[in-house]
């Protein structure tokens, strides 16, 4: 691991497959509360999606501690053989990306993230995929790319030269399936619920706003049923905020979901934010051009010394 | 003065009579920047308001050792018998609000104006009143009852019981007229341009949405033109940015200018704002009612302890 700066603050994100039974859920987040010096600012559970997304901040060490912590729990307590979930998935600890916080670098999350990913491998027997800046090629840096055709499909193909883990054994855990581990920039994890329970409305606006086919540049956009809600979802990371921004992004569904006779109820933005896609958003939605962060009293609060 | 706890941070916002002369700005602005310790955040002139508004952030001690050298330059540089400007004003330093920052109380930015008030008073000859929550009467909470018929009218009338200072000689400054000093909650200073040069169209908007005339509550609204950039300008103070935000007070201003044909060109925000203002923003301009404080990445780097 890179040596750290007495400040170094790092961000992770892991998501896990159980998003249904709270105790379940608890045991898990449980082993992050765990760790002194880690922060659990966020716990997500989606019963629909069947997931959780947990937002964690400390110094790397302690941070990948955490999360190495969880992905144990998850893997004792959670069976994919018997998991299903509106959204895609490979494994019990589904996800851990690392994100660059406070004096901390991309280098020195590409590097964690490989850290990590060996460890989970050569400790837990788990599979391990890395994604993101941390990919080992181009099509994995892509984690849909990584996760096509799910639990299900890989559990068949794990062997094939395309699919081969970068770290541990060319077969799925048999409880724990596998695991991606990356590095990536902050991105905006944002839904947006409509009021219709027609799949095929999310299903065709996510078509429509999505990069891959030709939507928003920095859009990746999923349809999901949210069944225990009665509405569908279009569920989104934009991973570059400054190119497309949660407006932007809000304002289009809008306007597709109502040429489907359907409205927007509300949206989510999942997790942590940097403070910047908020100045963006007073520059885009009260039209002034001229604001910025230096303008919000709290940046300077932190900054003065004590005196 | 109260007792300062170690990190008492109090926010102040200068407004004084000049927003032409570059060089006198400066100078005046200087007496700030020479006080260590504070921070000078924002200097926005406007020529067509002949008016800067200043924003200093430091320990209360120390921003009131720079108000009060502020107010000495101001009163030796700018001469009230020439000065023309569209917005109100009373004096060479028109107004100086304390403004609760971290780990201070509105009682204490009372005390700080009272202090403050009382010295310009004293050392410079200045006539001083009291407004907001350090008021002597409940008519003189409010800025523009003590500002009425400007610097013309008092000039005449402050000799009337209702308008004796309360501090200093019953007098107008031969150049630097009189200075309010208070204290206020913070509050979100907005302008709106309109494209058009019809002054009429901005007062009509104005009278539309101040909460004096029946409008939005907690707004404080005023036209003015702006000559220099050809526009017209809605200037308001939102007092409680909860009570009706930013994007409230666009909107409206927005369908009110479009019913007369109008458009909005921009708006614009001055000095700080809380983040809490933004939070606010995310919420109301996303449909994102979920969307809270704590899921800003800064507002946690700041609370990492070192380790």
Same mark, same amino acid.
């Given at each position: 691991?890179?040596?750290?700066?007495?400040?170094?603050?790092?961000?992770?994100?892991?998501?896990?497959?159980?998003?249904?039974?709270?105790?379940?859920?608890?045991?898990?987040?449980?082993?992050?509360?765990?760790?002194?010096?880690?922060?659990?600012?966020?716990?997500?559970?989606?019963?629909?999606?069947?997931?959780?997304?947990?937002?964690?901040?400390?110094?790397?060490?302690?941070?990948?501690?955490?999360?190495?912590?969880?992905?144990?729990?998850?893997?004792?307590?959670?069976?994919?053989?018997?998991?299903?979930?509106?959204?895609?998935?490979?494994?019990?600890?589904?996800?851990?990306?690392?994100?660059?916080?406070?004096?901390?670098?991309?280098?020195?999350?590409?590097?964690?993230?490989? +850290? #990590?990913?060996?460890?989970?491998?050569?400790? @837990?027997?788990?599979?391990?995929? /890395?994604?993101?800046? *941390?990919?080992? &090629?181009?099509?994995?840096?892509?984690?849909?790319?990584?996760?096509?055709?799910?639990?299900?499909?890989?559990?068949?193909?794990?062997?094939?030269?395309?699919?081969?883990?970068?770290?541990?054994?060319?077969?799925?855990?048999?409880?724990?399936?596998?695991?991606?581990?990356?590095?990536?920039?902050?991105?905006?994890?944002?839904?947006?619920?409509?009021?219709?329970?027609?799949?095929?409305?999310?299903?065709?606006?996510?078509?429509?706003?999505?990069?891959?086919?030709?939507?928003?540049?920095?859009?990746?956009?999923?349809?999901?049923?949210?069944?225990?809600?009665?509405?569908?979802?279009?569920?989104?990371?934009?991973?570059?905020?400054?190119?497309?921004?949660?407006?932007?992004?809000?304002?289009?569904?809008?306007?597709?979901?109502?040429?489907?006779?359907? +409205? #927007?109820?509300?949206?989510?933005?999942?997790? @942590?934010?940097?403070?910047?896609? /908020?100045?963006?958003? *007073?520059?885009? &939605?009260?039209?002034?051009?001229?604001?910025?962060?230096?303008?919000?009293?709290?940046?300077?609060?932190?900054?003065?010394?004590?005196?």
């Amino acid at each position: 691991m890179a040596e750290e700066s007495a400040t170094a603050i790092i961000e992770s994100v892991p998501n896990f497959s159980e998003g249904r039974r709270p105790h379940i859920i608890e045991a898990i987040v449980s082993e992050a509360r765990r760790v002194r010096g880690v922060g659990v600012l966020d716990v997500l559970s989606d019963p629909d999606h069947n997931r959780t997304v947990v937002t964690l901040i400390g110094p790397p060490a302690l941070v990948a501690e955490a999360v190495m912590a969880m992905t144990g729990a998850a893997a004792r307590l959670i069976d994919m053989e018997n998991h299903h979930g509106a959204h895609p998935r490979i494994g019990a600890m589904d996800v851990i990306p690392f994100v660059p916080g406070l004096n901390t670098t991309m280098e020195q999350c590409v590097e964690l993230a490989r +850290s #990590v990913g060996r460890e989970i491998a050569s400790t @837990l027997g788990i599979p391990v995929y /890395l994604y993101g800046e *941390a990919a080992s &090629s181009p099509e994995r840096r892509n984690l849909a790319y990584i996760r096509r055709g799910e639990y299900e499909a890989l559990k068949e193909e794990i062997g094939r030269p395309d699919r081969l883990p970068d770290f541990g054994p060319p077969v799925l855990h048999p409880s724990a399936g596998a695991t991606v581990v990356g590095a990536r920039a902050p991105l905006v994890a944002m839904n947006v619920n409509l009021g219709t329970t027609d799949l095929f409305v999310a299903r065709v606006i996510a078509r429509k706003i999505r990069e891959s086919s030709g939507g928003l540049p920095a859009v990746m956009a999923k349809a999901v049923a949210l069944v225990e809600r009665g509405m569908v979802q279009v569920t989104m990371n934009l991973t570059d905020y400054r190119v497309t921004s949660p407006l932007t992004v809000l304002k289009t569904i809008t306007q597709e979901a109502e040429a489907h006779g359907v +409205s #927007v109820v509300e949206s989510e933005i999942v997790g @942590l934010v940097p403070m910047d896609v /908020l100045v963006d958003l *007073a520059r885009q &939605s009260l039209a002034a051009k001229g604001f910025s962060a230096a303008q919000v009293l709290e940046t300077h609060l932190k900054e003065r010394p004590r005196e």
